[in-house]
């Protein structure tokens, strides 16, 4: 009796840890965590400079940089909802998106809505107690993404990808402003870059999931008018991003030489499409190496400016 006990509280238990592991996975799916966690770098990035360039210090400051990500986090964690809940019929028709919880009906749209609004609330408040620029900020990301992303031109334009990146830009803006006023070139330079950056990733994976774009009824690009504009237009934007580091040299030389060295990298690999044949392959390069890009790139300017951690 005492056995047959044990191993019901035995299979009890794995049932349960079975079932936290599936609402972790869910929850993280509903917030497409990868994208969620992107945001934080630009973000901490954006913070991390202010207090650089205001010659202030980590340590008199760790309170407002935890209010900042965990405010922001939770505004963007809201807006990605809001996507889920609105794209649900999107989602059932792509394959990288069949197990989003509003798709397993694991979570019911009421409830994702439902936690759409009170994150996407609770985030602001939050942020309120940073600075109201940076609310601001927070609030104009929402609204791009939600409202005019979302709601508005993904469904209906190839401008989708424009108006999407608009969104993501703002969150060096939030990092900069919870310090001091964003009406820096910096803060703006670092808008641009995110802004621009993120029109030839995004077409990279219009190229790789164009079928399933196209299954869904998304007008992205490549979808709308081919892999040979795409291919263009990729070059186009990359090429834009030369001249930002230019306008960063406050970042000193060697990270207006690396900035640089990555551009022309991506822009060599983007000429590339035009000579390759296998054109997902060519979307998969640009993919990675955007990626590497972003990373790199905002971390190298975090590492040329460490003396921001000395009180």
């Known amino acids: 009796m005492m056995e047959i006990k044990m191993k019901n509280e035995i299979n009890t238990n794995q049932i349960n840890k079975s079932s936290f592991k599936v609402m972790l996975a869910d929850i993280k799916s509903l917030t497409k965590g990868i994208v969620l966690y992107a945001n934080v770098l630009p973000s901490l990035a954006g913070f991390w400079l202010a207090l650089y360039f205001t010659g202030q210090s980590f340590a008199g400051n760790w309170d407002t940089f935890l209010l900042m990500i965990v405010g922001s986090t939770f505004v963007i964690a809201g807006a990605l909802m809001f996507n889920n809940w609105y794209e649900v019929d999107l989602d059932r028709e792509m394959d990288r998106t069949q197990k989003r919880p509003t798709v397993t009906g694991n979570f019911s749209l009421k409830t994702v809505l439902t936690l759409a609004i009170s994150t996407t609330i609770i985030g602001l408040i939050i942020m309120l107690f940073t600075t109201i620029e940076a609310t601001i900020y927070a609030f104009l990301g929402w609204f791009t ?167």
């Open 145 to 311: 993404n939600v409202v005019l992303y979302t709601f508005w031109s993904k469904r209906k334009y190839t401008l989708n990808t424009v108006v999407g990146s608009i969104s993501g830009a703002f969150t060096p803006l939030i990092g900069w402003a919870a310090i001091d006023s964003a009406f820096h070139i910096i803060p703006v330079a670092l808008f641009l870059i995110l802004f621009i950056w993120q029109i030839p990733h995004t077409f990279s994976i219009a190229m790789r999931r164009v079928e399933e774009y196209r299954a869904a009824g998304v007008p992205m690009l490549p979808v709308a008018y081919g892999f040979e504009i795409t291919k263009r237009q990729t070059v186009i934007y990359i090429i834009s991003l030369m001249p930002i580091p230019f306008f960063m040299i406050a970042l000193g030389p060697t990270f207006v030489i690396v900035a640089t060295l990555l551009n022309l990298g991506w822009m060599v690999i983007g000429l590339r499409g035009f000579f390759m044949k296998d054109d997902i392959r060519w979307a998969n390069l640009i993919f990675f190496y955007s990626l590497t890009y972003l990373f790199i790139l905002f971390g190298l300017m975090m590492v040329v400016t460490l003396p921001v951690f000395h009180p």
